[in-house]
Protein backbone atom coordinates (compact mmCIF):
# COMPACT_ATOMS: atom_id res chain seq x y z
CA UNK A 1 0.00 0.00 0.00
CA UNK A 2 2.90 2.22 1.06
CA UNK A 3 4.74 1.89 -1.88
CA UNK A 4 1.41 2.94 -4.44
CA UNK A 5 0.65 5.61 -2.40
CA UNK A 6 3.78 7.25 -2.90
CA UNK A 7 3.54 6.35 -6.77
CA UNK A 8 0.52 8.06 -7.03
CA UNK A 9 1.24 11.26 -5.37
CA UNK A 10 1.85 13.29 -8.60
CA UNK A 11 -1.84 12.48 -9.00
CA UNK A 12 -2.54 13.62 -6.08
CA UNK A 13 -0.80 16.99 -6.72
CA UNK A 14 -2.38 17.67 -10.77
CA UNK A 15 -5.70 17.09 -8.30
CA UNK A 16 -5.04 19.85 -5.96
CA UNK A 17 -3.17 22.17 -8.68
CA UNK A 18 -6.55 21.86 -11.11
CA UNK A 19 -8.47 23.19 -7.83
CA UNK A 20 -6.15 26.07 -7.57
CA UNK A 21 -6.35 27.19 -10.98
CA UNK A 22 -9.95 26.09 -12.34
CA UNK A 23 -11.40 27.52 -8.49
CA UNK A 24 -13.75 30.29 -8.55
CA UNK A 25 -15.09 32.40 -5.54
CA UNK A 26 -18.59 32.58 -6.79
CA UNK A 27 -21.02 29.37 -7.04
CA UNK A 28 -20.69 27.56 -10.11
CA UNK A 29 -24.30 25.34 -11.38
CA UNK A 30 -25.62 23.46 -8.23
CA UNK A 31 -22.71 24.37 -6.01
CA UNK A 32 -24.90 26.99 -4.06
CA UNK A 33 -27.89 24.82 -3.93
CA UNK A 34 -25.54 21.91 -1.77
CA UNK A 35 -23.80 24.41 0.41
CA UNK A 36 -27.62 25.80 1.10
CA UNK A 37 -28.44 21.91 1.81
CA UNK A 38 -25.29 21.48 3.96
CA UNK A 39 -26.12 24.92 6.03
CA UNK A 40 -30.14 24.04 7.09
CA UNK A 41 -27.90 20.62 8.09
CA UNK A 42 -26.05 22.30 10.49
CA UNK A 43 -28.87 23.92 11.78
CA UNK A 44 -30.64 20.97 12.58
CA UNK A 45 -32.88 21.81 10.01
CA UNK A 46 -33.09 18.60 6.92
CA UNK A 47 -35.82 19.89 4.72
CA UNK A 48 -38.20 22.51 5.91
CA UNK A 49 -41.46 20.93 6.15
CA UNK A 50 -43.77 23.76 4.56
CA UNK A 51 -41.99 23.36 1.22
CA UNK A 52 -40.58 20.18 0.83
CA UNK A 53 -37.36 19.66 -0.97
CA UNK A 54 -36.26 16.77 -2.11
CA UNK A 55 -34.38 17.31 -5.03
CA UNK A 56 -30.77 16.35 -3.40
CA UNK A 57 -29.72 12.84 -1.52
CA UNK A 58 -28.22 14.58 1.84
CA UNK A 59 -24.36 12.42 0.78
CA UNK A 60 -22.83 15.14 -0.10
CA UNK A 61 -24.34 18.00 2.12
CA UNK A 62 -23.51 16.14 5.02
CA UNK A 63 -19.66 16.38 3.75
CA UNK A 64 -19.99 19.72 3.35
CA UNK A 65 -21.22 20.10 7.27
CA UNK A 66 -18.13 21.00 9.22
CA UNK A 67 -16.82 23.33 6.53
CA UNK A 68 -20.24 25.63 6.57
CA UNK A 69 -19.98 24.92 10.76
CA UNK A 70 -16.93 25.82 10.95
CA UNK A 71 -17.24 29.10 8.73
CA UNK A 72 -14.15 27.74 6.86
CA UNK A 73 -13.24 28.69 3.36
CA UNK A 74 -14.97 26.17 0.71
CA UNK A 75 -11.52 26.36 -1.08
CA UNK A 76 -10.86 23.73 1.54
CA UNK A 77 -13.90 21.64 0.29
CA UNK A 78 -12.81 21.84 -2.74
CA UNK A 79 -9.35 20.61 -1.98
CA UNK A 80 -11.19 17.45 -0.39
CA UNK A 81 -12.37 16.26 -3.95
CA UNK A 82 -8.87 15.86 -5.07
CA UNK A 83 -8.24 13.28 -1.37
CA UNK A 84 -11.89 11.96 -2.73
CA UNK A 85 -10.31 11.07 -6.09
CA UNK A 86 -6.52 9.78 -4.67
CA UNK A 87 -8.65 7.67 -2.53
CA UNK A 88 -10.61 6.44 -5.21
CA UNK A 89 -6.88 5.13 -7.06
CA UNK A 90 -5.87 3.66 -4.33
CA UNK A 91 -8.91 1.72 -3.70
CA UNK A 92 -9.25 0.79 -7.52
CA UNK A 93 -5.60 -0.50 -7.38
CA UNK A 94 -5.83 -2.64 -4.29
CA UNK A 95 -9.22 -4.46 -5.84
CA UNK A 96 -7.43 -4.80 -9.19
CA UNK A 97 -4.04 -5.88 -7.50
CA UNK A 98 -6.33 -8.85 -6.39
CA UNK A 99 -6.68 -10.32 -9.55
CA UNK A 100 -3.41 -9.00 -11.81
CA UNK A 101 -0.40 -8.77 -10.77
CA UNK A 102 1.66 -5.03 -9.32
CA UNK A 103 2.94 -3.85 -12.76
CA UNK A 104 -0.62 -4.39 -14.29
CA UNK A 105 -2.44 -3.33 -11.57
CA UNK A 106 -0.13 0.31 -11.51
CA UNK A 107 -0.45 0.57 -15.04
CA UNK A 108 -4.08 0.61 -15.22
CA UNK A 109 -4.63 2.60 -12.39
CA UNK A 110 -2.40 5.57 -13.57
CA UNK A 111 -4.82 5.15 -16.96
CA UNK A 112 -7.60 5.93 -14.44
CA UNK A 113 -5.82 8.45 -13.21
CA UNK A 114 -5.15 10.35 -16.47
CA UNK A 115 -9.15 9.66 -17.46
CA UNK A 116 -9.81 12.99 -18.79
CA UNK A 117 -13.91 13.51 -17.97
CA UNK A 118 -12.42 12.24 -14.38
CA UNK A 119 -10.78 15.66 -14.11
CA UNK A 120 -14.23 17.61 -15.08
CA UNK A 121 -15.47 18.85 -12.12
CA UNK A 122 -12.39 18.72 -9.17
CA UNK A 123 -12.80 22.24 -8.51
CA UNK A 124 -16.58 21.99 -8.12
CA UNK A 125 -18.77 21.43 -4.65
CA UNK A 126 -20.73 18.84 -6.46
CA UNK A 127 -21.14 14.94 -5.91
CA UNK A 128 -19.57 13.66 -8.74
CA UNK A 129 -16.13 13.35 -7.14
CA UNK A 130 -17.31 12.00 -3.97
CA UNK A 131 -19.88 9.59 -5.97
CA UNK A 132 -16.39 8.03 -7.71
CA UNK A 133 -14.77 7.60 -4.67
CA UNK A 134 -17.83 5.93 -2.81
CA UNK A 135 -18.04 3.34 -5.93
CA UNK A 136 -14.33 2.40 -5.64
CA UNK A 137 -14.63 1.81 -2.01
CA UNK A 138 -17.29 -0.57 -2.87
CA UNK A 139 -15.73 -2.37 -5.19
CA UNK A 140 -12.81 -2.64 -3.40
CA UNK A 141 -14.63 -3.94 -0.15
CA UNK A 142 -16.85 -6.19 -2.26
CA UNK A 143 -14.39 -7.80 -4.26
CA UNK A 144 -12.39 -8.10 -0.66
CA UNK A 145 -15.81 -9.88 1.52
CA UNK A 146 -15.37 -13.09 -0.86
CA UNK A 147 -11.82 -13.25 0.05
CA UNK A 148 -12.90 -16.16 2.78
CA UNK A 149 -10.58 -14.18 5.67
CA UNK A 150 -10.72 -12.70 8.77
CA UNK A 151 -12.02 -9.72 7.33
CA UNK A 152 -14.23 -10.56 5.05
CA UNK A 153 -17.49 -9.65 7.36
CA UNK A 154 -15.61 -6.22 7.95
CA UNK A 155 -15.20 -5.91 4.08
CA UNK A 156 -18.96 -6.93 3.96
CA UNK A 157 -20.05 -4.09 6.20
CA UNK A 158 -18.15 -1.64 4.68
CA UNK A 159 -19.02 -2.55 1.17
CA UNK A 160 -22.97 -2.28 2.10
CA UNK A 161 -22.01 1.25 3.73
CA UNK A 162 -20.56 2.95 0.65
CA UNK A 163 -22.90 1.06 -1.47
CA UNK A 164 -25.84 2.68 1.00
CA UNK A 165 -23.98 6.52 1.34
CA UNK A 166 -23.46 6.02 -2.60
CA UNK A 167 -27.40 6.01 -2.58
CA UNK A 168 -28.13 8.46 -0.20
CA UNK A 169 -25.75 11.12 -2.37
CA UNK A 170 -26.89 10.28 -5.73
CA UNK A 171 -30.67 9.32 -5.15
CA UNK A 172 -30.94 7.00 -8.27
CA UNK A 173 -28.33 4.35 -6.98
CA UNK A 174 -31.45 3.22 -4.52
CA UNK A 175 -33.19 1.80 -7.06
CA UNK A 176 -30.12 0.14 -8.29
CA UNK A 177 -29.74 -1.44 -4.93
CA UNK A 178 -33.65 -3.11 -4.73
CA UNK A 179 -33.52 -4.18 -8.35
CA UNK A 180 -29.74 -6.12 -6.74
CA UNK A 181 -31.18 -6.51 -3.81
CA UNK A 182 -34.32 -8.56 -5.42
CA UNK A 183 -31.78 -10.22 -8.22
CA UNK A 184 -29.79 -11.83 -5.83
CA UNK A 185 -32.41 -13.01 -3.55
CA UNK A 186 -33.75 -14.98 -6.39
CA UNK A 187 -30.45 -16.31 -7.49
CA UNK A 188 -30.08 -17.89 -3.91
CA UNK A 189 -33.44 -18.61 -3.87
CA UNK A 190 -32.77 -20.63 -6.65
CA UNK A 191 -29.34 -22.04 -6.01
CA UNK A 192 -28.07 -22.40 -2.93
CA UNK A 193 -24.84 -20.77 -3.04
CA UNK A 194 -23.13 -19.42 -0.37
CA UNK A 195 -21.48 -16.21 -2.97
CA UNK A 196 -24.96 -15.29 -3.99
CA UNK A 197 -26.31 -15.27 0.40
CA UNK A 198 -23.28 -12.99 0.60
CA UNK A 199 -24.32 -10.50 -1.80
CA UNK A 200 -27.81 -10.40 -0.89
CA UNK A 201 -26.64 -9.31 2.66
CA UNK A 202 -24.62 -6.25 1.19
CA UNK A 203 -27.46 -5.33 -0.45
CA UNK A 204 -29.77 -5.76 1.79
CA UNK A 205 -27.61 -3.65 4.46
CA UNK A 206 -27.06 -1.21 2.26
CA UNK A 207 -30.80 -0.33 2.36
CA UNK A 208 -30.39 -0.81 5.77
CA UNK A 209 -27.73 2.27 5.57
CA UNK A 210 -30.76 4.48 4.10
CA UNK A 211 -33.80 3.48 6.11
CA UNK A 212 -33.38 6.95 8.08
CA UNK A 213 -33.57 8.57 5.23
CA UNK A 214 -36.73 7.02 3.53
CA UNK A 215 -38.81 7.11 6.97
CA UNK A 216 -37.60 10.78 6.68
CA UNK A 217 -39.16 11.10 3.24
CA UNK A 218 -41.94 9.28 3.98
CA UNK A 219 -42.91 11.43 7.05
CA UNK A 220 -42.91 13.96 4.28
CA UNK A 221 -44.77 12.36 1.57
CA UNK A 222 -46.27 9.44 2.90
CA UNK A 223 -44.98 7.27 0.43
CA UNK A 224 -43.15 4.26 0.75
CA UNK A 225 -39.27 4.46 -0.79
CA UNK A 226 -39.59 7.55 -2.15
CA UNK A 227 -35.81 9.02 -2.81
CA UNK A 228 -36.44 12.39 -4.87
CA UNK A 229 -38.21 14.73 -6.88
CA UNK A 230 -35.50 14.86 -9.39
CA UNK A 231 -37.06 11.86 -11.43
CA UNK A 232 -40.07 13.26 -13.17
CA UNK A 233 -38.30 15.96 -14.69
CA UNK A 234 -35.81 14.16 -16.12
CA UNK A 235 -38.25 11.41 -17.55
CA UNK A 236 -40.36 14.37 -18.57
CA UNK A 237 -37.32 15.62 -20.74
CA UNK A 238 -36.67 12.25 -22.26
CA UNK A 239 -40.19 11.44 -23.30
CA UNK A 240 -39.92 14.88 -25.26
CA UNK A 241 -42.39 13.44 -28.47
CA UNK A 242 -41.53 17.23 -29.90
CA UNK A 243 -39.37 17.00 -32.92
CA UNK A 244 -35.76 19.30 -32.12
CA UNK A 245 -36.04 17.67 -28.37
CA UNK A 246 -33.42 15.03 -28.00
CA UNK A 247 -34.32 14.38 -24.46
CA UNK A 248 -32.11 16.17 -22.68
CA UNK A 249 -32.48 17.71 -19.64
CA UNK A 250 -33.52 21.43 -19.69
CA UNK A 251 -33.87 24.04 -16.32
CA UNK A 252 -37.24 25.70 -15.62
CA UNK A 253 -36.28 29.04 -16.79
CA UNK A 254 -34.89 27.89 -20.29
CA UNK A 255 -38.85 27.15 -21.26
CA UNK A 256 -39.57 30.58 -20.16
CA UNK A 257 -37.17 32.83 -22.05
CA UNK A 258 -35.66 30.27 -25.15
CA UNK A 259 -37.72 30.02 -28.31
CA UNK A 260 -37.07 26.62 -29.10
CA UNK A 261 -38.64 25.37 -26.07
CA UNK A 262 -41.94 26.98 -26.55
CA UNK A 263 -43.97 23.94 -26.82
CA UNK A 264 -43.70 23.16 -23.39
CA UNK A 265 -44.86 26.42 -21.76
CA UNK A 266 -48.72 25.38 -21.59
CA UNK A 267 -47.83 22.39 -19.75
CA UNK A 268 -44.97 24.19 -17.45
CA UNK A 269 -48.02 26.76 -16.47
CA UNK A 270 -49.77 23.80 -14.67
CA UNK A 271 -46.88 23.38 -12.30
CA UNK A 272 -47.21 27.30 -10.48
CA UNK A 273 -48.52 26.85 -7.42
CA UNK A 274 -47.93 23.51 -5.85
CA UNK A 275 -45.17 21.30 -3.87
CA UNK A 276 -42.55 20.12 -5.30
CA UNK A 277 -43.84 16.63 -4.80
CA UNK A 278 -46.80 17.22 -6.50
CA UNK A 279 -44.89 18.55 -9.33
CA UNK A 280 -42.44 15.65 -9.34
CA UNK A 281 -45.90 13.56 -10.07
CA UNK A 282 -47.52 15.56 -12.71
CA UNK A 283 -44.07 15.18 -14.30
CA UNK A 284 -44.11 11.29 -14.38
CA UNK A 285 -48.02 11.52 -15.30
CA UNK A 286 -47.14 13.52 -18.36
CA UNK A 287 -43.50 11.41 -19.28
CA UNK A 288 -45.58 8.01 -19.22
CA UNK A 289 -48.46 9.83 -21.43
CA UNK A 290 -46.05 10.82 -24.03
CA UNK A 291 -43.69 7.35 -23.63
CA UNK A 292 -46.96 5.74 -24.39
CA UNK A 293 -48.28 7.92 -27.60
CA UNK A 294 -45.26 8.57 -28.62
CA UNK A 295 -43.00 5.17 -28.06
CA UNK A 296 -40.97 5.94 -31.45
CA UNK A 297 -39.95 9.32 -30.03
CA UNK A 298 -38.35 8.33 -26.68
CA UNK A 299 -36.89 5.02 -28.14
CA UNK A 300 -34.91 7.99 -30.47
CA UNK A 301 -34.48 9.87 -27.45
CA UNK A 302 -33.20 6.88 -26.08
CA UNK A 303 -30.54 6.21 -28.43
CA UNK A 304 -29.56 10.03 -27.92
CA UNK A 305 -29.25 9.65 -24.37
CA UNK A 306 -26.99 6.50 -25.09
CA UNK A 307 -24.91 8.80 -26.83
CA UNK A 308 -24.69 11.61 -24.10
CA UNK A 309 -23.74 8.98 -21.54
CA UNK A 310 -20.63 7.42 -23.35
CA UNK A 311 -19.73 10.81 -25.63
CA UNK A 312 -21.45 13.88 -24.12
CA UNK A 313 -23.59 14.02 -27.53
CA UNK A 314 -25.40 14.87 -28.93
CA UNK A 315 -27.50 18.09 -27.40
CA UNK A 316 -31.10 19.77 -28.35
CA UNK A 317 -30.64 22.86 -30.08
CA UNK A 318 -26.97 23.17 -29.39
CA UNK A 319 -23.92 23.72 -31.73
CA UNK A 320 -21.15 21.04 -32.28
CA UNK A 321 -18.37 21.80 -30.15
CA UNK A 322 -14.46 21.01 -30.20
CA UNK A 323 -14.58 20.00 -26.16
CA UNK A 324 -16.72 16.57 -26.93
CA UNK A 325 -13.55 15.01 -28.05
CA UNK A 326 -12.54 15.54 -24.56
CA UNK A 327 -15.05 13.05 -23.39
CA UNK A 328 -15.52 11.08 -26.99
CA UNK A 329 -11.68 10.12 -27.13
CA UNK A 330 -11.19 8.05 -23.93
CA UNK A 331 -14.72 7.04 -23.60
CA UNK A 332 -14.50 5.42 -27.61
CA UNK A 333 -11.49 3.48 -26.07
CA UNK A 334 -13.64 1.90 -22.76
CA UNK A 335 -16.30 1.11 -24.96
CA UNK A 336 -14.72 -0.48 -28.05
CA UNK A 337 -11.88 -2.33 -24.92
CA UNK A 338 -15.17 -3.42 -23.39
CA UNK A 339 -16.84 -4.86 -26.62
CA UNK A 340 -13.33 -7.10 -27.83
CA UNK A 341 -13.32 -8.31 -24.31
CA UNK A 342 -17.13 -9.81 -24.70
CA UNK A 343 -15.94 -12.82 -27.03
CA UNK A 344 -12.75 -13.84 -25.19
CA UNK A 345 -14.69 -13.78 -21.83
CA UNK A 346 -17.49 -16.03 -23.42
CA UNK A 347 -14.85 -18.60 -24.25
CA UNK A 348 -12.90 -18.43 -20.48
CA UNK A 349 -16.44 -17.79 -18.82
CA UNK A 350 -15.67 -20.12 -15.97
CA UNK A 351 -12.24 -18.61 -15.29
CA UNK A 352 -13.50 -15.09 -14.66
CA UNK A 353 -14.11 -13.96 -10.94
CA UNK A 354 -17.34 -14.10 -9.40
CA UNK A 355 -17.16 -10.58 -8.01
CA UNK A 356 -16.22 -9.52 -11.54
CA UNK A 357 -19.79 -10.68 -12.83
CA UNK A 358 -21.58 -9.06 -10.04
CA UNK A 359 -19.92 -5.83 -10.05
CA UNK A 360 -20.45 -5.90 -14.05
CA UNK A 361 -24.24 -6.73 -13.38
CA UNK A 362 -24.48 -3.75 -11.52
CA UNK A 363 -22.60 -1.62 -14.22
CA UNK A 364 -25.57 -2.89 -15.84
CA UNK A 365 -28.09 -2.24 -13.65
CA UNK A 366 -27.02 1.60 -13.24
CA UNK A 367 -26.15 1.89 -16.95
CA UNK A 368 -29.11 0.72 -17.90
CA UNK A 369 -31.25 2.37 -15.36
CA UNK A 370 -29.60 5.77 -16.37
CA UNK A 371 -29.91 5.22 -19.77
CA UNK A 372 -34.32 5.68 -19.06
CA UNK A 373 -33.68 9.20 -17.89
CA UNK A 374 -32.62 12.54 -19.04
CA UNK A 375 -28.19 11.63 -18.31
CA UNK A 376 -25.20 13.07 -18.99
CA UNK A 377 -21.30 11.96 -19.37
CA UNK A 378 -21.28 12.26 -15.86
CA UNK A 379 -23.85 9.65 -15.01
CA UNK A 380 -21.41 7.01 -16.93
CA UNK A 381 -18.29 8.29 -15.76
CA UNK A 382 -18.62 6.19 -12.49
CA UNK A 383 -19.05 3.14 -13.94
CA UNK A 384 -15.97 3.26 -15.92
CA UNK A 385 -13.88 1.90 -12.91
CA UNK A 386 -15.80 -1.30 -13.07
CA UNK A 387 -14.95 -1.33 -16.79
CA UNK A 388 -11.81 -0.87 -16.37
CA UNK A 389 -11.31 -3.58 -13.98
CA UNK A 390 -13.07 -6.05 -16.40
CA UNK A 391 -10.49 -4.80 -19.10
CA UNK A 392 -7.59 -5.26 -17.59
CA UNK A 393 -8.14 -8.19 -15.86
CA UNK A 394 -9.33 -9.81 -19.81
CA UNK A 395 -6.57 -8.17 -21.32
CA UNK A 396 -3.98 -9.40 -18.83
CA UNK A 397 -5.04 -12.76 -17.77
CA UNK A 398 -7.43 -13.85 -19.87
CA UNK A 399 -5.48 -12.88 -23.45
CA UNK A 400 -1.95 -13.24 -24.29
CA UNK A 401 -1.23 -10.41 -27.50
CA UNK A 402 2.46 -11.40 -28.75
CA UNK A 403 4.31 -10.44 -31.95
CA UNK A 404 4.63 -14.03 -34.28
CA UNK A 405 8.15 -14.92 -35.45
CA UNK A 406 9.54 -13.71 -39.07
CA UNK A 407 9.57 -16.92 -40.13
CA UNK A 408 6.17 -17.76 -39.93
CA UNK A 409 4.90 -14.48 -41.65
CA UNK A 410 6.74 -15.16 -44.53
CA UNK A 411 5.91 -18.35 -44.48
CA UNK A 412 2.21 -17.31 -44.53
Not at 321 to 327: D, E, P, S
Not at 366 to 376: I, K, P, V, W
Amino acid sequence: MKNITVKLLPLLFLFLLMVLLFSSPDFQGDEGGYVAYATRLSQGEIYPLRDVSLWWGPGYPIVLIPFVLFKLPLLFAKFLNAFFLFGALLYFYEALAQWVNKTHATLFTFLLGFYPPLWREVHLLITENLVFFLICGFIFHFAASNRGNQKSRFHLVMASFFLGYLALTKVFYGYVILIGLLSFLFFYTWQKKEWFKKTTYIYLLALVWCLPYLLYTYSLTNKIFYWGTSGGSTLYWMSSPYSGDLGDWQANPDVEKLPDLERHREFFATLTGISEVEVDNKFKERALQNIVHNPKKYLLNWMANIGRLLFSYPFSYTQQKITTFFYLIPNMFVVVGFILSIYPAILKRKAIPYEMYVLLYFCFIAFGGTSLLSAYDRQFRPLVPILLLWIAFIYTRILTIQLRPDSEIKSD
